[in-house]
C-alpha cells in the first residue's frame, strides 16, 4: 500500500525514497512499477515510491516537482536516501544499489542504452541520482524555475561543485539503464550535446531552490504501488 515495503525477515539497513516527477505518462508508469519493485525488493531496502504529479497543461517543471516530493516525503521518514527517478528508465543490473554515497551526490545513471552506454558529456547528472537529505539542502535542493524539458540537471551539476561537493558516479557496468520506448529516428541531430544554461547558476542557486519553494498540495493517496502527492 502507497508503494511502501520494508524487508519482512531482516532489519533493512537503508530506507530509500522513490521520487518520481509525473504527467500522464501512464504506460511508462506501469513498466517502471512492474520493474522497481522487485529490483529493490531483492536489495532488501525499506522504501516507498512517490508519484509527484503537476496538475494542468502548462510547461512541465520535473526540478519542482522533485523539490515538493523531498519536502512531502520527509514529512513520512527520515531517509537515508532521495532517489531522484526518471520515469522512463529501468535499471538493467541489481548490483546497482538505490542507496546514497556517503559523501558525496550520487549519478546513477551512468550507462544509458540511448547514449550507447556511454556517459554523453563530463557533467551529465540526468536520468536516476542519488543524494542524502544533507546533500540535497546543502546545494539548496533544485531549482524552481526551469519550465520545460531539460537544462535543470547541468544546473544541479552547477549547484553541487559550488556547495562544495563533487559527483561520484556509479560505474558504468553497474549503472546501466534501458530507456522505455526510446526511439532513434525521432532523436535530434546532435542528442549528445550539453544543452545551454538559461540561468546564472552562481548567482541564482542561493536564492532559488527549497528555501523558495511554493506550492499547493492538492492530494496525497496511496495507490497500491505507489504514494501519489498532486501539487498546483
Known sequence: SGGHYRP??????Y???????YRNQEKNLRHLLYYIHPFLQRQQLSYTVYLIQQVGTGSFNRAKLLNVGVREAMKDEEWDCLVLHDIDLVPENDYNLYICDEYYPKHMASAMDKFQYILPYESFFGGVSALTPEHYMKMNGFPNTYWGDGGENDDIATRIHLAGMKIVRT???LGRYRVMDYNE?????????RPPSRHNTRKT?????MNTLQFRLLSRTKHPLYTKITVD
Do not use: M, N
Open 8 to 13: 519482512p525477515h531482516c532489519f533493512a539497513r
Open 205 to 209: 542557486w542561493k536564492a532559488d531552490g
Open 171 to 173: 560505474p558504468p557496468q
Open 185 to 193: 529516428e525521432t532523436e535530434t541531430q546532435e542528442p549528445w550535446r
Open 15 to 21: 530506507k530509500s525514497a522513490i521520487l518520481v516527477a
